[in-house]
């Protein structure tokens, strides 16, 4: 069966400092990769997604960036946090398109890393 | 482009009342249509899909939602409720078949009064 995990479990991080969150997916193979954060009552914010190795796509502009550096392996990072980053930080992953009928590509959450930025 | 409409924010019921979530949705082509649970300080799970074979779904945890066409509703249900489903639920689209991009919801948090 596939597993994501996803590390720290919490981090408390002053404002200007770097950030390195890393999501791993057990149990499958090229699979598609999302970040999403989630701030009070604003819902899931998608904030990237990888379809492959170093194929990154960025849907908010921000100071955050993400890199695939091997096929499971998924980082967001930020060489300075703003105290707007705060949130809670999801990675998740769905099989990739394979052109079979009828296929459907819910998205699989892992625990989530909560952000606090002072 | 899809969107998802989740009504009401907040939603209190009894133990052992009926659950009712709504969600809308828009979209311009025939679309998936998914119901995500999440727990305090958890990543989100999976409740149903539904992904045209049948217009009633039925989840895991006694949960399930219909999905109407002509009111472009995905509602969903569960005939008493527990304290352990306290939870905010998500709505969730996409735009079909070969689409792997989810829209969410803003998300419904729900509160089961002893």
């Known amino acids: 069966s596939q597993t994501i995990h996803q590390w720290p479990a919490t981090l408390v991080q002053p404002v200007g400092s770097p950030l390195s969150l890393e999501c791993t997916v057990e149990?499958?193979?090229?699979?598609?990769l999302y970040w999403y954060r989630q701030a009070a009552g604003r819902g899931l914010q998608l904030l990237f997604y990888?379809?492959?190795?170093?194929?990154i796509s960025s849907e908010v502009p921000q100071n955050l960036s993400a890199s695939r550096p091997q096929d499971r392996q998924f980082i967001l990072s930020s060489k300075k946090l703003l105290l707007s980053d705060s949130g809670f930080y999801l990675c998740?992953?769905?099989?990739?398109?394979?052109?079979?009928?009828?296929?459907?590509?819910?998205?699989?959450f892992g625990p989530g890393t909560r952000l606090t930025v002072t | 482009a899809q969107s998802v409409t989740q009504l009401g924010s907040h939603v209190s019921v009894s133990e052992g009342a009926l659950v009712l979530l709504r969600c809308n949705y828009s979209?311009?082509?025939?679309?998936?249509l998914f119901w995500y649970v999440q727990y305090p300080n958890q990543g989100l799970q999976l409740l149903l899909k539904?992904?045209?074979?049948?217009?009633l779904v039925k989840g895991i945890n006694g949960f399930e939602a219909e999905f109407k066409k002509s009111e472009t509703s995905f509602h969903l249900t569960k005939p008493s409720a527990h304290m352990s489903d306290a939870a905010e639920y998500f709505c969730?689209?996409?735009?079909?078949?070969?689409?792997?991009?989810?829209?969410f919801g803003k998300g419904t948090k729900l509160s089961v009064i002893p």
């Open positions: 998740a992953w769905s099989i990739q398109e394979g052109g079979l009928a009828g296929e459907t590509y819910e998205q699989y």
């Open positions: 990888s379809v492959g190795i170093g194929q």
């Open positions: 539904y992904t045209s074979a049948a217009t």
């Open positions: 149990g499958t193979s090229n699979p598609n």
């Open positions: 979209s311009s082509v025939p679309p998936y």
């Open positions: 969730a689209v996409s735009a079909g078949a070969g689409s792997y991009q989810l829209t």
